[in-house]
Nanobody
Framework: QVQLVESGGGLVQAGGSLRLSCVASGRIFSINAMEWYRQGPGKERELVARISRGGSTYYADSVKGRFTISRDNTKNTLYLQMNSLKPEDTAMYYC????????????WGQGTQVTVAS
């Protein structure tokens, strides 16, 4: 099993920045890509960003140019640097990890709340 623990959420003014972290533990070798998802009030969960084991990245159009995903494999930690935050970025942010055996996001963190005030 893999355990994921997020941190770094909080309340920030529009235009501000936050950095989310996600520490992985357990069967780390079973992880392939890692992702950040978010779910805003009354909205469906959406993929925000993904980073492969080799460092290739994907971003949702809504965050491209403002958010940066990175991972430090030596620290088993995933990051999401969020700049120029907007009120519509308000959501619960979840870290997820893709299981190399199944190809599915089998591992999830508990989430960290990000609230952007206008």
């Amino acid at each position: 099993q893999v355990q994921l623990v997020e941190s770094g959420g909080g309340l920030v003014q529009a235009g501000g920045s936050l950095r989310l972290s996600c520490v992985a533990s357990g069967r780390i070798f079973s992880i392939n890509a890692m992702e950040w998802y978010r779910q805003g009030p009354g909205k469906e969960r959406e993929l925000v960003a993904r980073i492969s084991r080799g460092g290739s990245t994907y971003y949702a159009d809504s965050v491209k140019g403002r958010f940066t995903i990175s991972r430090d494999n030596t620290k088993n930690t995933l990051y999401l640097q969020m700049n120029s935050l907007k009120p519509e970025d308000t959501a619960m942010y979840y870290c997820a990890a893709q299981n190399r055996a199944t190809g599915a996001d089998d591992y999830w963190g508990q989430g960290t709340q990000v609230t952007v005030a206008s």
